[in-house]
């Protein structure tokens, strides 16, 4: 799994201490090759290299594999460890990510089912003695593990590669543990493959340095750096007390905005489960055309996963559970007042602690008028809330990606009426009437007659209209083609406006367009308690609601799918970060601001992100996508599915991308569908050419995120807020980016999350379902309303 790992940056040498003060005896050496496995030193490293990310790189390594064979049985019989490092030496450039994983595989589906049943027998019995074992083989590390975790080994001797930067440089590291003799494939084949220190020793050729030995034990199991960092207040001089989160939230009341998202509800669920002694949460959920907002609670309570674990928890009395803790309030964030009841509004605005904002539209280009109405309006109500409130705070939670065209390092700060582009004159609030000036004159433009002419005469020339279109029909056609044109005018409209003051899209623009009326309102209102939190690329949970969560697409899901098909050249700059966090480690992030923010201990910004503490590159992100990738093709059946797996997806310069990659294609196919327009009724690569389309949109929408920009985004404030909790909450309220192991995170949890929750949306499929969970909660508050029963309210209409 990828959780966080106690693991000290001296991980090798500490385990190996650990491991020698558990075994008092003298440890047991088991040769692996002859007694559980007839293995070579060439057959893996030639997998490896036939393997490689590009197809140009496993060609050239396989001549070079080539040469070696011709010149190996010379070397061989004049210096085998030199002829072992001249082996391993084609491995360079090749990441450790790589061999992992296909060390992994090579094991899984070669060495395993060769393995040799009267040698593991023996092992066995050695093993029953209690003795420590320790596997000795000339194979690499990244073999030797997955054989030593299969077996219950805990400690190998075997080669290692010298790693720059997360690729091999090519060299071994000491001490080499050269092949056998060559006579051992003749005489060395009992299953029996224990051998004393003294003959290890002389097979090894380490007479010199008989300590090499010991030297050389590595611990079986894959250690990860975990990098601990002091933590020091410059802004005081005395010593900051603790911050305990259960104090700090015990008996408070929380209004949550947004509890049906996919970040709103994992912190939801995080809070009924980890703090029983928090107060009362209220939700603010609007209602539909044709459900309430009690009943659309109940229909998430019911279905999502998210609450599978709480429901397990509290068995029949979930229910009875969530009417005691939650409240759901109707209402509309983006209406005045947040839509709220005048009565409910009063009651609220003397009774909440904390207000948190998790609510927003993250489609990249939308329509202008929802963007405006659920990123910009629905944050001036909140504001106008925290106004009339008596003590309320607010969380409202933002994007890092606010920043737009700007590369450098991004500190956690709140520039006031901020643009990329830096217009000294800009005025977020200015800017906001502009866009609704902006929209109301779209909109009145659509009813003009111009355009009605316009839409009328595109009904009568549609292609499959009838001809004898007119009347109620007529109308009809017009008004749907009115209400098309106006969303595109406007989501048109809304990108190039964003373009124009230096963010990507829409999304980004009026997401740092609400941050500056936050801005302006702190200034206006120095005591107002508000913190805005910048999340990254907010992705697959590690732990919390469970490990491997995900959903919806609108993050890097529609990219990492691409990845996974036959594409192969993604346009990016390989040392650019690509900066992913796991949703419950944003969820433990809000929560220990949410204490922060009701104890008065807050700043104004918290950036949650991971390209400092933890970066993990573009090169790399895009081999771990092509890894997780092909363990799950791998592991299938059908040519089909093993051809996929052989296509690594590689991080290619624009240049490159533009004349050799989708938009060549789209090109050629469309020159040939033209080409034969006179000759067919259809255009034969119609499909085709449509497919390249959305291929070259999708790379173009996530360009300014891969290719454009290089941000690294500052996360000081949550880590110190982090370090100040009592030493009995850090396990469970700690927020930990430096522990992530990317490549456990991506290739066994992210990439197979996606395939289960994520990709079936992209192919037009519904995800994985599970038995519907009964939670009546709107039944029990109509019974109650109708007799009169003294139960907590589940719902103030």
């Known amino acids: 799994m990828a959780l966080p790992k106690s693991t000290n940056p001296t991980s090798d040498t500490s385990q190996r201490e650990l491991i020698f003060d558990s075994q008092a005896r003298e440890p047991i050496f088991w040769r692996v090759e002859g007694s559980l496995l007839n293995l070579t030193a060439v057959r893996p490293v030639a997998f490896f290299t036939w393997n490689a990310q590009s197809f140009l790189e496993r060609w050239a390594r396989r001549g070079a594999m080539g040469v070696l064979a011709v010149a190996r049985p010379v070397l061989y019989a004049s210096n085998r460890v030199f002829a072992t490092r001249l082996l391993h030496a084609v491995l360079r450039g090749v990441s450790r990510d790589r061999l992992d994983l296909l060390g992994e595989e090579f094991f899984e589906y070669f060495l395993k089912p060769r393995l040799k049943p009267r040698g593991i027998a023996q092992l066995k019995a050695a093993m029953a003695t209690g003795g420590g074992i320790v596997l000795v083989s000339q194979g690499l590390d990244h073999v030797m593990r997955p054989l030593a975790n299969h077996l219950g080994v805990d400690r190998i001797i075997s080669n290692r590669l010298d790693f720059r930067g997360g690729l091999a440089t090519g060299r071994l590291l000491e001490p080499v543990i050269r092949p056998r003799g060559a006579f051992a494939k003749l005489t060395g084949r009992q299953p029996n493959g224990r051998v004393t220190r003294e003959q290890l020793t002389g097979n090894l050729g380490f007479e010199r340095n008989p300590r090499a030995i010991d030297e050389a034990i590595q611990p079986a199991k894959k250690a990860a750096l975990k990098v601990t960092l002091p933590v020091v207040h410059y802004d005081s001089a005395e010593k900051r007390p603790l911050l305990s989160v259960r104090d700090a939230l015990r008996g408070k009341q929380i209004l949550l905005i947004g509890a049906t998202g996919f970040i709103g509800k994992v912190w939801l669920a995080n809070l009924l489960t980890d703090l029983p002694e928090i107060g009362r949460i209220y939700l603010l959920i609007r209602r539909n055309r044709s459900s309430t907002a009690l009943e659309r609670f109940q229909r998430v309570m019911e279905e999502s996963p998210v609450f599978e674990r709480l429901s397990e928890l509290h068995g029949e009395g979930f229910a009875r559970f969530l009417r005691e803790r939650v409240e759901v309030v109707e209402g509309d964030a983006s209406k005045t007042q947040l839509g709220l009841a005048p009565e409910a509004r009063l009651r609220l605005a003397h ?290 599915h093993r051809l996929r797996s052989k296509f690594d997806a590689i991080p290619v310069s624009k240049a490159r991308y533009e004349t050799l990659s989708a938009p060549a294609q789209k090109a050629l196919v469309q020159a040939i569908n033209r080409s034969v327009e006179p000759i067919f009724d259809r255009s034969p690569f119609a499909r085709r050419e449509r497919e390249l389309e959305k291929v070259t949109k999708l790379v173009a929408l996530f360009e300014p995120f891969i290719l454009h920009n290089d941000h690294v985004f500052e996360a000081a404030n949550i880590e110190r807020l982090s370090a100040a909790l009592p030493p009995e909450e850090r396990a469970q309220f700690g927020y930990d980016a430096r522990s992530l192991d990317w490549w456990d995170y991506w290739i066994n949890v992210h990439i197979p999350a996606l395939r289960k929750w994520c990709y079936p949306l992209i192919e037009g499929r519904l995800p994985e379902t599970r038995p519907r969970r009964s939670v009546p909660l709107a039944a029990h508050s109509e019974a109650s309303a109708a007799g009169g029963a003294g139960t907590a309210p589940a719902a103030t209409p």
């Open 351 to 640: 009774s909440i602690d904390l207000i948190v904002n998790s609510s927003g539209l993250t489609d990249f280009n939308p329509d202008l008028r929802d963007a405006l109405a659920a990123n910009l309006q629905a944050t001036a109500h909140a504001l106008d809330f925290v106004r009339e409130s008596s003590h309320a705070a607010l969380l409202h939670l933002s994007t890092c990606y606010v920043i737009g065209r700007r590369d450098g390092r991004v500190l956690e700060e709140l520039p006031k009426n901020y643009t990329p582009v830096g217009l000294a004159d800009f005025e977020a609030e200015k800017e906001w009437k502009s866009l609704e000036s902006l929209i109301r004159d779209t909109e009145a433009r659509a009813e003009s007659p111009e355009i009605i002419d316009e839409l009328r005469g595109y009904a009568m020339k549609k292609e499959h209209a009838a001809k004898n279109l007119h009347g109620a029909s007529l109308e009809n056609q017009i008004r749907k083609n009115r209400v098309r044109w106006l969303r595109q005018k406007l989501t048109d409209a809304g990108t190039r406006r964003a373009n124009e003051l230096g963010w990507p899209n829409t999304y980004t623009l009026t997401k740092s367009l609400s941050e500056s009326l936050i801005g302006n309102f702190l200034d206006r209102t120095p005591g107002a308690a508000i913190s805005v939190v910048r999340p990254a690329i907010v992705e697959t949970s590690i732990q919390q609601p469970f490990l491997g969560w995900n959903e919806g697409i609108n993050t890097s899901a529609s990219l990492s799918y691409l990845l996974g098909t036959f594409f192969r050249q993604l346009p990016t700059r390989e040392t650019k970060c690509l900066d992913l966090i796991p949703v419950d480690l944003v969820c433990r992030g809000m929560t220990l601001i949410a204490a922060a923010l009701v104890t008065r201990r807050h700043a104004r910004v918290y950036q949650l992100a991971t390209s400092v503490t933890n970066p993990c590159d573009m090169r790399r992100s895009i081999e771990l996508t092509g890894l997780g990738h092909r363990k799950f093709y791998r592991a299938q059946n059908g040519f089909h």
